[in-house]
Every structure is written in structure tokens, then in C-alpha cells.
């Protein structure tokens, strides 16, 4: 499957279907921080991604302060 | 993953409230939630008008949305900062979402209105840029809601914002602040009022309400953010709330709840009308002759606009 991460725009390939959970658990990302998006709406948490998924891992912490 | 509400798919879930929603009910669960952070905090009634302070980023863009979905009268203000690309691109974006709407933005480019940007204030003031840049944005916001005859001016803070700066504040005991962190703050001669209707909503949740309502922002981090103090408290709070879900609420309107008061006598004691000078040549309140925009509009003219840089390395294409 094909993750692309923002801030900065980068794509990493995995191979066959993994969940979010394991997907996340890699990356080492924090579920808090992050949403994972597939054509323009909302993965949940328990779904599958198959081997041919594009998923976007979007970060949602920002850090505007004033 | 099944909606508490209706038992269909969920497409997310929210831990501190040991949930999953559907689409529909978590966009209504953030109406509904937002709506309570107004009434229980008095921010606002229906009948009044609000002047929403949009950057193009989720929280911000998400509120606007929010308010309109609830019936109020909400128009926004977008000040173009000036800091190169990241500016640009947050400015497209909140035009386009205004004009697909067909809402009031109002707009104010700091080098077309008032001669510098906020790179070029970072220079010469010798300071980050972030202080130039709060104290014009402040600045501009309470003269577009005073000139406008706005009753308040609404900000897209959120949760995980207020718990961060909390958590800021009280690792330094910062008390004069902890005194005044309120999502409200009330009106006094030369200022609106300043709500933060979002504080009852975590960032994951207004970007998710972004994303179901189709709305575009800017990703994007101001380029002068990355890696800041406020993220990294973002980032502890979120450790903890990991293993502790709930944890950054309770902290926050715990701290309300039970805490704030207990900082009133840190508060700064804000003049009384009639106490404090008129800025004379803006006619805001201020305790020196002239108040600290104007100087900083005296110190930036004419000066030669520079671009911002992080150890030398232009950061703002
Ligand atoms: S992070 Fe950027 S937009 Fe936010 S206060 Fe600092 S300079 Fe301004
Ligand atoms: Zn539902
Ligand atoms: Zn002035």
C-alpha cells in the first residue's frame, strides 16, 4: 500500500494489508496525532488497508501559539 | 466500529468520551459541543455578531463553518502576515473558502496597509517573530471588532491549545497567566470580548470535521512553529493521553473548575476607563504615551523587508 505523510510530503510503500493500529505502530505514531484519510474521507480505527490502498497519514497538531 | 448513536459504521472514535461516531453524528457532536462551551460559558447569544479570526488553518476555518451551522451571524478577518510562501498559500485558502460560501471575509495585508510584514518586525525588533506577530494580530482584531460594531471576537483555540498552554504556565507557575486563561474574556473600554468556542473539542476532531465537511485548510505549519515549545507539550499531553484517555480534559476544565480562582490575586489589575491615557496616535488604551503597535509601525518604517530565516537557512518559500 501506498502511505503518504505530510509535513514534509514524503510516500513509504508497504507491502499487503496491515491495520491502522499496525500501520501506526510502525510509523510510531500516536493515534491522538494523527487522522488517516483514503479518498478524501475518514479510515476507522479497526479498518483494514488492502495491499493496493492509498492512505493519506495526516498530522493534526499545530502549533500556532498567539 | 459501530455509531453510539445509530449503530452504522463509525468512521471515528473518540476515546475520551469512549465512543465511535458516524459521520452524520460526529459532525452534530461537534455542533452540539461547541454550542455548550457558548452557553456554558456565556460566550455569546443568538442575535449577536461575530468577528471570526481565520488563519486558513483547520481550527479556525472549522469554527467559522460551526458558528454559520448554528445560526449566528459570523463574518471572518484574515491578516496576511507576510511570511512568504506559508502566507500565500493561507490566504488562497481562506478566499476560496469564503467565496465558494458566499461569506464576508474581511481582509488586511500588513506591507499594503501598514508598510512591513512580520519577518521584517522580527528584524528589526530583534525578537522571534512570533511576539511582532501575536501583537499586530491582536492589535488588528480588536480594532476591525471595536470599528465594525462586532460584540466579539471569536478564535479557533481548541482543547488540546488551552491544555498545552496550561500545562506551559503551570510547569513555569506562570501565575498572572494562569489568572486570566479563561475561554472568555470580557469586554473593558478600548477592547472587545474574546471567546474560544472550541475549547470543548480535541485537534484530531476539528480536523476530522474538516475532512467529513469538505473543508480544504492549509496543512501546512507556519514555517516560525515547527518545532516549538507549544508542540512539544501538545506532544506530552498526547503521551499521556494515550494511556489515560480524558486526561488533557480533565486538566483543562479541572483547572477551571476548581483552580483558576485561586489565581485572581496574580490577575493583572486592568485600569479602570478614565485610569489609562488614549494612545495618541491610535487612541487605544495604553498605559505609555504611545501604545506598542504604534511604535512598532514607527520602528518598522522604511525598513528594508527581509526574508525569515532559521540558522541562515531561508524557511519561508
Ligand atoms: S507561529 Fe507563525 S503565525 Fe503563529 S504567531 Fe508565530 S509567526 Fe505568527
Ligand atoms: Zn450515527
Ligand atoms: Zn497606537
Known sequence: MQVNLRNPNRTIIFEGPMSIVALLQKLDLNRESVLVIRGGTLVPGD??????DVVEIRPVISGGVA | MKCKVCREPAVIDIRRHNANFCGDHFLKLVRDQTQKAIDEFKMF?????????????????????????????????????????????????????????????EQIELRDQYGYDVPTAAAVTKRVPCSACGLSKRHLFDKAALQGGYDAVATGHNLDDEAAVLF?????????????????????????????PLVRLGEREMAAYCVLRGIDYIVEECPMAVGNKHIGY??????????????????????????????????????????????????????SEICAFCRLLERTAGAEPVHLTIKGKRVDA
Open chain 1, 47 to 52: 479498518a483494514l488497508l488492502t495491499a493496493d
Open chain 2, 45 to 105: 447569544a443568538p442575535g449577536e455578531r461575530i468577528l471570526v479570526a481565520v488563519s486558513g488553518g483547520k481550527d479556525s476555518l472549522a469554527l467559522w463553518d460551526i458558528l454559520l451551522e448554528l445560526g449566528y451571524e459570523a463574518n471572518g478577518l484574515y491578516i496576511g502576515l507576510g511570511i512568504g510562501g506559508y502566507s500565500d498559500r493561507s490566504g488562497d485558502q481562506v478566499r476560496a473558502f469564503a467565496a465558494e460560501r458566499g461569506l464576508k471575509l
Open chain 2, 168 to 196: 506551559g504556565n503551570t510547569l513555569r507557575w506562570q501565575t498572572e497567566y494562569l489568572a486570566r486563561q479563561h475561554p472568555v474574556l470580557p469586554a473593558r473600554p478600548g477592547f472587545p470580548r474574546k471567546v474560544k
Open chain 2, 234 to 287: 501538545k506532544e506530552a499531553l498526547n503521551a499521556i493521553e494515550a494511556t489515560s484517555p480524558g486526561a488533557k480534559q480533565a486538566f483543562y476544565f479541572g483547572f477551571l473548575a476548581r483552580a483558576v480562582e485561586r489565581f485572581a490575586d496574580a490577575a493583572p489589575a486592568y485600569a479602570e476607563a478614565g485610569d489609562t491615557a488614549a494612545c495618541t496616535r491610535c487612541g487605544v488604551p495604553t498605559t
